[in-house]
């Protein structure tokens, strides 16, 4: 089932400047050392891309290849979830 807003296509204006966005973070994460933020930040902006692209595909027409590119984004998700949760209890567990 898909949302209403789903068939619309995308603003690539909104877009370019969310990776533009994304990448000036990334590289400030990177100067200034914070390897593990950066890393996570490079996760979920790959996430965004992989899904926005399956988007892509799926407006064109392409629906079982765009099928493999959400797959792939979620596996990038739960990547970085699980990744975030294994800190998030080893910091409450001290």
Do not use: C, H, I
């Not at 950066?38 to 899904?51: I, K, P, S």
């Not at 595909?57 to 765009?66: I, V």
């Amino acid at each position: 089932m898909s949302s209403p807003d789903e068939s619309e296509p995308l603003n690539w204006t909104s877009v370019a400047a969310l990776y533009a966005g994304l990448l000036l973070g990334l590289g400030g994460l990177l100067y200034w050392g914070d390897y593990r933020n950066a890393a996570w930040l490079a996760l979920l902006g790959t996430g965004g891309g992989l899904t926005a692209y399956g988007r892509v595909l799926a407006n064109r027409g392409a629906t079982q290849t765009a099928r493999r590119w959400k797959w792939a984004a979620g596996l990038v998700y739960g990547v970085f979830f699980l990744w975030a949760g294994t800190v998030l209890v080893r910091a409450l567990l001290g």
